[in-house]
């Protein structure tokens, strides 16, 4: 059955979640399943594109660091044309698609031709990371605030804009993304700002697909540990702060 809300020339920006096809949400599992093209990122591939109708065309167009991949402008093109066709487009991308996916430039494109289009929320590979470890990422009094960053610029290297005031908040739970290789030097600087080294930390890697790791520490012993045996090729995030164990 055709589905109105998803009309021939429609773009549907549809967030994947960490990778556990159980965490799509409804609305995302619809639109896949209705879509004529499916142009996903490979962090939002594997089972969840079994939701994928049958008459669906699936396209990769993810990008990863260190790997050969897909130009932003190719992807923008790519889901334009497909709109411009009068193809019902699903462009599927991990976690939440608003944090730190690179929605903006492709509504941007959207918007300047013209065509329709939405935006589908879904599990952030943060929540799913907390959940699998059996913590919250707030409490009265103790993390009173949760912030996303990034843990690399456009050259993949630490920023150099960091608000480091904010980072080293005792009573903040961050949550690093794409920080892996960045991370030793992260921890130094938040260490020189005030953080205390043993500030509980937990690296997650491959959230919710069959091979995640979680491995708890401190800010300073996960550093060491990056360190010494650099990032896996598994994606992952750091989380710290007052809440980055289980009580």
Same mark, same amino acid.
């Given at each position: 059955?055709? +589905? ?18 159980? *965490? ?25 594109? #079994?939701?994928?109708?049958? =008459?669906? #065309?699936? $396209? ?17 093109? !790519? &889901?334009? =044309?497909?709109? %411009?066709? /009068? ?11 608003? $944090?730190? /996916? ?7 494109? !959207? ?8 935006? &589908? ?12 470890? /059996? ?21 993949? =290297?630490?920023?150099?804009? $960091? ?16 920080? %892996? ?9 938040? $260490? ?15 959230? /919710?697909?069959?091979?995640?790791? *979680? ?8 550093? #060491?540990?990056?360190?010494? +045996? ?14 980055? *164990?289980?009580?």
């Amino acid at each position: 059955m055709s +589905d109105p809300s998803f009309p021939p020339g429609f773009v549907s920006l549809v967030s994947a979640g960490p990778g556990d096809p159980d *965490l799509l949400t409804l609305k995302a599992a619809r639109r896949l399943a209705h879509a004529d093209v499916v142009l996903f990122d490979d962090l939002a591939s594997g089972p969840v594109l #079994d939701h994928a109708g049958p =008459q669906a #065309d699936l $396209i990769a167009v993810g990008k990863r660091a260190g790997r050969p991949s897909a130009k932003q402008d190719a992807v923008n093109a !790519l &889901v334009v =044309q497909h709109a %411009q066709a /009068g193809r019902r487009v699903v462009r599927l991308k991990s976690g939440d698609s608003g $944090i730190f /996916g690179r929605l903006e430039e492709e509504l941007v494109a !959207l918007t300047a031709a013209g065509i329709p289009w939405e935006i &589908v929320p879904g599990v952030t590979s943060a929540s799913a990371a907390a959940a699998a470890m /059996g913590m919250p990422l707030t409490r009265r009094l103790t993390a009173r605030r949760v912030q996303f960053v990034t843990g690399a610029d456009i050259t993949g =290297q630490l920023p150099g804009d $960091i608000n480091w005031a904010a980072l080293a908040d005792p009573l903040t739970t961050t949550v690093v993304f794409m920080g %892996q290789r960045s991370f030793p030097k992260m921890a130094q600087g938040l $260490i020189d700002h005030g953080l205390p080294p043993d500030t509980p930390a937990l690296l997650a890697e491959a959230v /919710g697909h069959p091979g995640q790791r *979680l491995l708890p520490g401190t800010v300073a012993s996960l550093a #060491d540990l990056l360190s010494r +045996d650099g990032p896996a090729s598994q994606p992952g995030l750091i989380l710290y702060g007052p809440l980055a *164990l289980p009580a």
